[in-house]
């Protein structure tokens, strides 16, 4: 005859409880794990509130393979500086991207002396920031190469696009003491009309950074000579970087990457005019790469521009996944060679930037097949030494099927750099990482896996208390 009290279910329902319990932490680890990991990143049209609105114009991006690449790294947690003319530290793409500015404008090779803020006043570093790290996702202008990505910004040119070389080595330094891990410099000795005395060279500032763990890269200067003096890029630790059009192909202004240690090439666009100058207007901007901009009397503006200034920022910013992926500067920087799509770029150049390829996020079709969607039309010989043109956008971008229209950038005409007084600029942006994003909903699952691991072990508990008392009963 059985018991009064057969063990048998009260083992079963244990068991059960058990297994559920197993079940529970599972989810609830899985779930928690997630929150706290970083989202799969794409450009959706039909989700009009992320979709960046000029996205569908960035052919560098996907010339780049830089969608593929942010299902693996986005550069969370790397700092990029950026010395340039400074950054429109108010603009809706950047405001949050800026982690800490400064001005080295008469610095004198000093990086003490850098002091103010980092605004821009002639827009050159708005173009080369937002390319690097403009914030992406949030339904609002362009994407960058590098979303997770901030922005350590020193101002060493001033309104007209000028400054002295030695207050972009105190800028180099600024940047990299305030934990810049890359250095972008866009500058060139024509281009940006820097003031070379004898014995001075750049060299100074690229090897304080890279002798203190940060990866100096260089535009290779449009048809330019080397800012590094008669022996070029020879024995300089940096990577430096020549320019490709929509064709794929090195653009027809881009200087030679002869004695680079580290050269390659990315998109930089080769638009021209018939006239064989560079230019972005009106239909050439086709060719252009487009990004954040600043013009004096207009906020939030976005602008066309071309020449290695814009390949260099696309370089930093595959650099910048890879670091997020906890490489070190020099194996970033052979991951970033070792995977380069083959390229005649030239002696000295490795090939053609490839984000997914360096992040090992797939194995995209190769060069020559799928890296250039539209090539532009051809055009005449240039007739004289190219000088980039930058425009600002005067209307609204192409809105894809099903999204919708975003805000128009208010029309503007065509600028050119001057020296009129800036607007007063905004507050400098305090130091700090930013916080990470939160994703209320995984969050609330994993709260609600708590409260339900909590019932069933309290119910657990009062099986297992009953089961005992009518074990001390049968005793």
């Known amino acids: ?12 329902i244990r068991r059960r409880l058990g297994a559920v319990i197993v079940s529970l932490l599972a ?3 899985v779930t928690m794990g997630r929150a706290g ?3 799969t990143a794409t450009e959706n049209p039909a989700d009009t509130s992320t979709y960046d609105p000029y996205f569908a114009e960035q052919w560098a ?3 780049l393979h830089v969608p593929l690449a942010w299902s693996r790294s986005t550069g969370v947690g790397v700092r990029v500086g950026v010395v340039d003319t400074g950054v429109d530290l108010a603009h809706e793409d950047l405001a949050g991207k800026v982690a800490v500015s400064t001005s080295c404008i008469g610095a ?3 990086a003490a002396a850098c002091q103010g803020t980092g605004q821009d006043d002639e827009g050159h570093g708005t173009h080369v920031a937002g390319i690097i790290a403009a914030d992406t996702f949030n339904g609002k202008g362009v994407a960058s190469v590098a979303p997770g990505a901030q922005l350590v910004v020193a101002k060493a040119l001033d309104a007209s696009g000028s400054g002295a070389l030695e207050d972009v080595n105190a800028a180099i330094k600024w940047v990299v003491d305030h934990g810049a891990r890359i250095v972008n410099l866009s500058v ?13 060279s750049l060299a100074e500032g690229i090897e304080y950074a890279w002798h203190h763990g940060a990866i100096p890269v260089v535009a290779a200067g449009n048809a330019t000579p080397s800012l590094f003096g008669p022996t070029g890029y020879a024995g300089i630790d940096a990577v430096v970087v020549g320019a490709t059009g929509r064709s794929g192909e090195p653009a027809w202004y881009s200087s030679p990457l002869i004695g680079a240690r580290w050269g390659i090439v990315a998109p930089g666009g080769d638009a021209r005019s018939p006239a064989g100058t560079a230019s972005c207007a009106g239909p050439l901007a086709a060719a252009c790469i487009v990004s954040t901009g600043w013009f004096a009397g207009h906020s939030n503006a976005y602008a066309d521009d071309e020449g290695t200034s814009m390949a260099a920022p696309e370089v930093s910013g595959v650099l910048a996944l890879l670091l997020g992926q906890g490489l070190a500067p020099q194996a970033a920087i052979n991951r970033l060679l070792l995977t380069a799509d083959p390229l005649a770029c030239g002696a000295g150049c490795a090939g053609a930037a490839d984000a997914a390829a360096a992040v090992a996020a797939a194995t995209p079709v190769r060069f020559g097949t799928n890296r250039s969607p539209q090539p532009p039309p051809p055009t005449p010989a240039p007739t004289s030494l190219p000088v980039p043109g930058r425009r600002v956008r005067t209307g609204a971008p192409p809105v894809p099927a099903g999204a919708v229209p975003p805000t128009s950038v208010p029309p ?4 050119t750099p001057t020296a009129a007084a800036p607007a007063s600029p905004p507050p400098q942006l305090a130091a700090g990482p930013l916080p990470a994003p ?6 609330a699952l994993a709260i609600v896996v708590a409260v339900v691991l909590l019932v069933v072990v309290s119910v657990l508990l009062a099986v297992e208390a009953t089961t005992s008392a009518v074990r001390r009963r049968e005793r």
């Open 438 to 443: 939160i994703h209320a909903g995984r969050h």
């Open 1 to 12: 005859m059985p018991s009064v009290c057969d063990h048998g279910p009260v083992r079963r």
């Open 61 to 63: 991006l996907p010339a």
């Open 188 to 200: 060139e000795a024509d281009g940006t009309q820097l003031s070379v005395t004898p014995g001075q």
């Open 37 to 39: 990991a970083q989202p």
């Open 108 to 110: 004198d090779d000093v």
């Open 27 to 29: 989810l609830g680890a």
């Open 412 to 415: 503007a005409p065509v600028v």
